[in-house]
DNA sequence: AAAATTCATGTCAACGTTGTCATATTTTTA
DNA sequence: TAAAAATATGACAACGTTGACATGAATTTT
């Protein structure tokens, strides 16, 4: 009943053929007759016959690849696996997800080692990971290929694929949207110097104030990370402060829904007393009250690009640089009042 | 410079021994000298040797698991999969996740593909997978290992080691608390007759509700799914009916804010006007306004326990059936009003 | 009708490990 | 001090596949 996996030998010896014949018929070479064609097919079937991934791979190339991040941001990090599993799925390759600490100082160690042992034959790199210019260089030194997503209007070199995501233009739609609707003091809320996206935003965001004729006030930015509770934390900061802003922006969905429970905290209701909007229009910004206006990011598509880049790679062996840009879209809800 | 990478055989000839006993350093096996020992790893660091993995895989079982699950929550499958791979690095075992539709009627065939193909030698079952006899028994019979995480306050039997989450418990504890509150009229929201874990909160609800004397109404039980559009939906639906309850039980953190977003749109304070309670203890459940009073769902830990037991019974040839049980603690927080 | 070409199949060596067994050396025991 | 046991090493097969090459049959070309 429970007897041993069937191998490629046992197909050969039921089907009276030798065992490379079968191995044809299962990776569809050229140069099978249909006659045995078919026959061998029955005695697959029959046999319940798979082949072992294990000893293919130790003739081919690696098909699988990591996904590598460092992000709390649980949606982020699904959508982001759901969009390189699809492609994953669609061509016969296998994820191996590999979240790390980008400040351990061990990444470029523990991607040696999932590289050096054949574990994986490329990665896929987010940030803050993929804005190290010299990780990457290490990791193409290894032979693994490397598919990058950054943040920028334009890939920062040609190292390797790579994904850029606009953030200064989106930053700019979505701070001019808010002074479309009247808004001069506006708030920018998580600003980090070492965070390429967070940078982006900001750009776009100052870009924007010096469009309408504003300046940038020091006292408006604010310094903190991508997470709901840093977002409370610059949120109450800025209400500390005496001179409010009217508006906010938060440089992605859950400061902006830290900033929302805040304003809350101080009975300010959101959107009339103060105008909040996020980025990166994660299912949260949808489920919040009121619905944050936010900024449409696709992550799943932009890592099934990744993936699909990445894989492309890895069946070729040439190396050639194939970028791919994305623009984001603004994404109209109910956190912004229309200031008269 | 970028050389091939090196085999065991090229830390052999350098440091010349047999390929055989690098092996035996490698592995750490009894039965080599010292002095050898020192030469070997030595060499081993010079080339920066790693052992494939893959060839390594033709001669022992295999050292991969998949993660089978069927579920919409980000945060639950992101703190399940950091549980497992928790476990996994210290094992040295890999992850291989697996979302999939449980409805489709392709699980048995696509897990028999993994299983078949020799990439993992085992795989951890989450609801509603989990709770389908069958597909344990025919997984079961293609000599994988299986663990599952299932609702109750048993294992239903003894096919494989079990994980059961005590919800029947923590629905009674958390109804309990709402009518220790002063709460009459609790409504039940995400049963649903195919879902254990709607179904064990159900009877705890129920048996809280019989306990302090009251019937269970009918008109108070909505049927619904685990998401926040569906806790949408059932809200409504509660609230266009005439007498409407104080309280309102939500299967999961998702659907209790999403009940939390419908009472703001009627204009219903929570928890002045209604009380709303959720399940699982999310990060959501931290975020929204009010926080939400919850059950907390360890998941982390309960993935790293599943993880530690399918891992013992990959090591071990031997089947032996442990199980684990968890219960579930009250988390207070600020979406209970104290009726008078 | 012989030679060349295409098609169809088979043989055998790899891939880089680990397991089995044999052998050489050293140490212990009788 | 010879025999036995323990220790240390190596030779070689095996894992299940794919790739290089060989071979034989059928078909086309000259």
Known sequence: MSSKKPTIKDVARLAGVSFKTVSRVVNN??????????????????????????ARLMRTAP?????????????????MQNGILSQCR???????????DSHSGQVLQELT????????????????????????????????KVVRIVSGSAPPDDLCPTIYVDDEQAGFSITRHLLTQGHRR????????????SLGRYRGYCAALHEAGLTVSEQLVITGDFT????????EQL???????????????????????TARMHQLAVPQDL???????????RQTWPRLTTVHQPNAEIAAKAADLLIGLMLESEQHSEHCGFELQLVLRDSVSLLS
């Not at 050096?116 to 030194?141: C, D, H, K, Y």
């Not at 105008?275 to 910004?285: K, Y």
């Open 113 to 144: 080692t999932i590289i050096g042992s054949n574990q994986v034959g490329g990665v896929i790199l987010t940030p803050p990971l993929s804005e190290n210019r010299e990780l990457v260089q290490q990791l193409l030194a290894q032979q693994a």
């Open 275 to 285: 105008s909040i909007v996020g980025f990166e229009n994660s299912p949260f910004s």
């Open 186 to 197: 506006i708030a920018f809320l998580g600003y980090h110097k070492d965070h390429q996206s």
């Open 239 to 261: 209400l500390q402060r005496g001179d409010k802003p009217s508006a906010l922006f938060g440089c992605n969905d859950e400061i902006a829904a830290g900033a929302l429970f």
């Open 90 to 100: 669609q061509k016969g390759f296998e994820l191996v997800i590999h979240p790390t």
């Open 63 to 79: 098909f699988s690849l990591a996904f590598v991040y460092d992000n709390p941001n649980s949606h982020y990090v699904i959508e």
């Open 29 to 54: 070479e050229a140069w099978v007759s249909d006659d045995i064609k078919t026959r061998v097919q029955a005695v697959i079937a029959q046999l319940n016959y798979q082949p072992n991934r294990t």
């Open 228 to 235: 709901f509770d840093s977002g409370v934390a610059m949120t």
